[in-house]
């Protein structure tokens, strides 16, 4: 596992557990330098934060993967530090009754920090190769940062609203040690599954209308359960963006098969909801196979933009389509 | 004067008083329904709330004034109506430390809901159409939403800020009716301009970056002190973004073209400064002068993007650019 770079967040429009309250990276640029295929360096931006002058190619150019030119420099606007947080966690007996739990929180207007869903299985995978013994029970983790006064009311209207829908296991704390022991096992998540030896992984990364986040979260475990597969369900429910983790012995025939099955149901169902195949990390490869039944005629106008600023096909080919 | 529609302001990108908070249309939209000039009908997104799969045309399209297809359908996101609200206004001896104050205010991270400056003549004016009396000095106009126990917390620390600064007549009310009177001069200042018989007006839509804002508002100022005409200064300076209005008498010879220098004057040197001839209103016939000083080499990829969207120049033609 590597650190994610900023220049490779801005191709891929990346985020992660904060673009709940502050959006994904296209929503954080006011500039970006981009060479051109032809060696043009353009300037898609200015430094203020709103314009109405000319064609939006910032936008175009986050998210696009390296294939209409090459981003050189970056500006982006910067958040301060709030000036107090506290986290929680409680657990529910279905990872529907997280989701439920994650739409509850957003209808009530509280604005939190972060908002991850991890289910019973990944826990307990945690909890396995470390010797911990958190509830090994579908969790969700939230956080929340601002003004004091405003954090405390907001934990307090949170906790009445999980209590309402059946939580256990509520822990919240504002104490920085307390803090992070209560997100431990979110934090060691993706390390507790890299550390089974000989079992490969494969994954989605599906992005839904929170409307429809519940079903699509059971649907998610009712594939990986029917797959016969040991996995995981876990993600970023305030965006509506979760992954499933599906292990799978490579030497066994037909389990990779079975493991990437769980993967395109669920980018099918999530797209027939009128969500995403992909919400945080972009096309590449393993997504083009989507693309058409996501975008529709839309498809033919991105391959035509890739047509005009790659004539000759020189930049990352192969990337988001077919040509 | 008419209201604005949301697929008007889509098509400009528009924004207003909120923005400082929520961001410009762009920011909103979740999806659009376009129809092509070929009659192709697509969508540029789905209803999930990010994505990162294909292009970007959402943003394309938003801000492109008709020029690349007609957009049919909008799906935005919605924002929660904070619980409690507050407003204040306090007045400062230029319109320079009214910017200064804005960016205190942002730098101290105060999520301010609304921050509008209004100058001197502009109070003045709205005083004598209506018989009002408000202190007629530059004016920065505030609204604090959220959560009460933060907001009470924002507005304090606010005026604490606004003294150092050396502010004067400020005044606070969480009433309604207090709150509604506190923002009078505001809400009444464009009929007050356009209650003047007889004479034109004309005017400008910089956008820069916060750091250069007081320096911009002050040139502003200058340029209409020159001019030797009537004219005021106001904006929502939270996003570095503010107005000149300037009044000419039509017959009077030589008036229109003073008046329409402030404005060339203005934008050039915002573009010069890292900023943006037009925050909120779009390009149309009067701002494409300014698009190649602002967009560089980037604007034959937007002239470039307008061909292949439209080959035959059906959609809004001779807007945004000269092709």
């Given at each position: 596992m590597q650190?994610?770079?900023?220049?490779?967040?801005?191709?891929?429009?990346?985020?992660?557990?904060?673009a709940v309250r502050y959006g994904s990276m296209r929503d954080q640029l006011l500039d970006l330098e981009v060479v051109l295929a032809d060696g043009t360096v353009i300037h898609t931006g200015t430094r203020a934060k709103k314009s109405s002058s000319g064609y939006h190619l910032t936008g175009l150019f986050a998210g696009s993967?390296?294939?209409?030119?090459?981003?050189?420099?970056?500006?982006?606007?910067l958040h301060g530090i709030p000036e107090y947080t506290m986290m929680a966690r409680c657990t529910f007996?279905?990872?529907?009754?997280?989701?439920?739990?994650?739409?509850?929180?957003?209808?009530?207007?509280?604005?939190?920090?972060?908002?991850e869903l991890i289910d019973a299985t990944s826990i307990?995978?945690?909890?396995?190769?470390?010797?911990?013994?958190?509830?090994?029970?579908?969790?969700?983790?939230?956080?929340?940062?601002?003004?004091?006064?405003?954090?405390?009311?907001?934990?307090?209207?949170t906790a009445v609203l999980m209590n309402d829908l059946g939580c256990e296991n509520w822990e919240v704390a504002s104490d920085p040690t307390k803090q992070k022991e209560i997100w431990k096992a979110r934090h060691e998540l993706s390390f507790a599954y890299q550390h089974i030896n000989g079992l490969d992984e494969t994954g989605s990364d599906v992005c839904v209308p929170i409307s429809r986040l519940p079903e699509l979260v059971a649907y998610a475990r009712q594939l990986i359960d029917e797959s016969g597969?040991?996995?995981?369900?876990?993600?970023?429910?305030?965006?509506?963006?979760?992954?499933t983790l599906?292990?799978?012995?490579?030497?066994?025939?037909?389990?990779?098969?079975?493991?990437?099955?769980?993967?395109?149901?669920?980018?099918?169902?999530?797209?027939?909801?009128?969500?995403?195949?992909?919400?945080?990390?972009?096309?590449?490869?393993?997504k083009i196979k989507f693309q058409e039944a996501e975008h529709g005629a839309a498809l033919e106008m991105m391959k035509n933009t890739k047509r005009m600023y790659d004539p000759q096909g020189i930049l990352n080919p192969g990337k988001i389509f077919f040509m």
């Open positions: 650190d994610a770079s900023i220049g490779g967040m801005v191709a891929t429009n990346a985020s992660g557990t904060t993967e390296g294939t209409l030119g090459i981003i050189t420099e970056i500006t982006m606007r007996d279905t990872p529907e009754l997280c989701a439920v739990a994650a739409q509850n929180i957003l209808l009530g207007g509280i604005q939190v920090m972060r908002m307990a995978e945690v909890n396995r190769q470390n010797g911990y013994d958190f509830p090994d029970k579908h969790s969700l983790f939230l956080e929340f940062a601002g003004a004091r006064a405003a954090i405390e009311e907001e934990v307090k209207l597969l040991k996995g995981g369900i876990w993600g970023h429910v305030g965006d509506g963006n979760f992954h599906v292990l799978f012995d490579p030497k066994a025939k037909g389990q990779r098969e079975k493991a990437e099955y769980t993967n395109e149901a669920l980018a099918i169902r999530a797209i027939e909801v009128g969500g995403t195949c992909t919400g945080e990390h972009g096309v590449g490869l393993g």
